[in-house]
């Protein structure tokens, strides 16, 4: 059974449930629009369920809910900021801000974010590159959930890789996934449902393949394309952890409970403004190439189906489940 509630009510709740932890309102909302959006597009692992652990590494001190990130320009092409031990999402709209107006002077620019957390929806933060004309590419490492390959003990996390484009008069192309079989956050949410996990997803501890989700979480997620998928992990740990100066995911604490200290993971984004390089060619290139694509039955381009699950929410509201929305009124009033 579920509720069916406005986005804006929505994101007020998971709001309150934050300050209620102990976040200040404007980092609250900026964690509670990113939780539901990624809701709203489809992506359960990186939306309301997470609401429960962050307000408990909130309150543990895990995370600082009252930070305040930072940023720096270096060098022209250079953006640095510094999440403090916080959320995530509040960093990186200081870095979007920051990358798209240095990619606007220079053609290209990076930034790394430091000392950081949980990124949430990786898709969402390149994809707001691109509505701003800008092909976006994000790295990002996470806490131990994948072994290298040939190994058995978890060493690397899913690290996720997102990458958007912008298109003429339609929605930026976006591609987000995970270097894991599936992002681990879907097993968290199979998990707090009570439901089973298809094989193939995750070992147990042991190293045998699993459709337990508790067992999962203690064990390894596998990687997209076996070995592939593990050296592409290995990249995104130098990216993001290395050029960050960020923990590793075997020194990484989790982002799924709240037990010991800062998880302290980095992420690296790149900008690459299109008026640098081909401008309106670029855009008539994409349209070739999508038109080209989407001329074959059964296509569909990566990340569309985010847009109908938006229009839907709009229009109709977005559901919770019944479970989710006790938890989330607990939270937001604990007296």
């Not at 429960?52 to 009252?66: I, L, R």
């Not at 990216?239 to 020194?251: I, K």
């Not at 670029?282 to 569909?300: I, K, N």
């Not at 990566?302 to 929410?313: F, I, Q, V, Y």
Request: charged content about 20%; some cysteine.
């Amino acid at each position: 059974m579920s509720d069916t509630i406005a986005i804006e009510d929505a994101q007020t709740l998971v709001a309150n449930a934050l300050i209620a932890s102990g976040c200040t309102p404007g980092n609250a909302l900026s964690v509670a629009q990113a939780l539901i959006a990624a809701e709203i597009d489809g992506q359960a692992g990186h939306g309301l369920s997470r609401v429960g652990s962050y307000c408990a590494q909130v309150k543990a001190g895990k995370v600082d809910g009252a930070a305040t990130p930072t940023v720096e320009r270096p060098r022209p092409g250079w953006v640095t900021v510094d999440a403090g031990h916080g959320f995530a999402f509040p960093a990186f709209e200081l870095a979007i801000d920051a990358i798209s107006a240095a990619a606007a002077e220079t053609g290209i620019a990076a930034a790394t974010i430091a000392r950081s957390h949980h990124c949430g929806q990786a898709g969402r933060h390149v994809e707001r590159l691109a509505d701003r004309g800008c092909v976006g590419l994000l790295f990002a490492n996470t806490p131990e959930a994948m072994a290298p390959w040939g190994g058995s003990k978890p060493l690397f996390g899913t690290n996720p890789i997102a990458f958007a484009a912008p298109r003429r008069g339609e929605a930026s192309l976006v591609i987000d996934l995970s270097l894991s079989v599936v992002a681990r956050g879907k097993v968290m949410a199979a998990s707090k449902r009570g439901e089973a996990i298809p094989e193939g997803w995750a070992l147990d501890a042991d190293g045998n393949p699993t459709t337990d989700p508790k067992a999962a979480l203690g064990g390894s997620m596998v990687p997209m394309g076996e070995a592939k998928g593990a050296a592409l992990a290995l990249m995104v740990e130098v990216m993001a952890a290395a050029l960050t100066g960020g923990r590793f995911g075997f020194e990484a604490t989790s982002f799924l409970n709240a037990e010991g200290g800062p998880p302290d993971v980095g992420q690296f984004l790149l900008a690459i403004d299109i008026r640098a390089t081909a401008g309106e060619a670029f855009l008539d290139r994409m349209t070739l190439l999508t038109d080209a694509m989407l001329s074959q039955e059964g296509v569909r381009l990566p990340g569309t189906s985010r847009l109908a699950k938006r229009d839907a929410a709009e229009r109709d509201g977005m559901a919770i489940s019944a479970a989710a929305m006790a938890e989330l009124r607990a939270l937001a009033d604990p007296d």
